[in-house]
């Protein structure tokens, strides 16, 4: 077992039952009174936000997660298939667990899956994909000027809102953070 001296930044500790990505570790120590670490965690179920005190040296579960590149293939269903691009497997995973992120895929994209086991419990994309846009309201000449938006829906299903200036079948970079519109790509 692990220590609360262990606790850094990106490690996933079991707390309450559930697995949590830590964020952020501070040692305290307040004048008269004992130490302890306050700990900002992420649950990789749900995605909320967690904070506690551990006591120092109090005992912590830590939990071995495996991240691993995986090529997205095809949906079947309400399933999402990802091939392992070393050993060739192939993995589905719920959409439910994809989350957001499944409005970014495309055929042939890449992310990293985390697995506790066999289990996956995340899903990550890169920073930016490129992603044609399908359908859009036509562009005016002269639509440079403001900042306004329109919404634009992209290859991979999902709509993100885009500058007026931009037409279909433009080839767009996104944020697959923020599912916000970076720039157009040259072809």
Known sequence: MATTSDLRPGIVIRYNGELCTVLESVHRTPGNLRAFYQVKMRNLNNGKLLENRFRSGEEIDLVRID??????LYRDGDKMVFMDTETYDQVYIEETIVGTAAGFLKESGEANISFNGTQVVGIELPP????AITHT???VKGDTATGATKPAQVESGATVQ??????????IRVDTRTGEYLDRVKN
């Open 128 to 131: 930016h994909v490129v992603l």
């Open 67 to 72: 991240r691993k590149p995986m090529q997205y």
């Open 137 to 139: 309201e036509p562009g």
């Open 162 to 171: 885009v500058p007026l200036f931009v037409n279909e079948g433009d080839v």
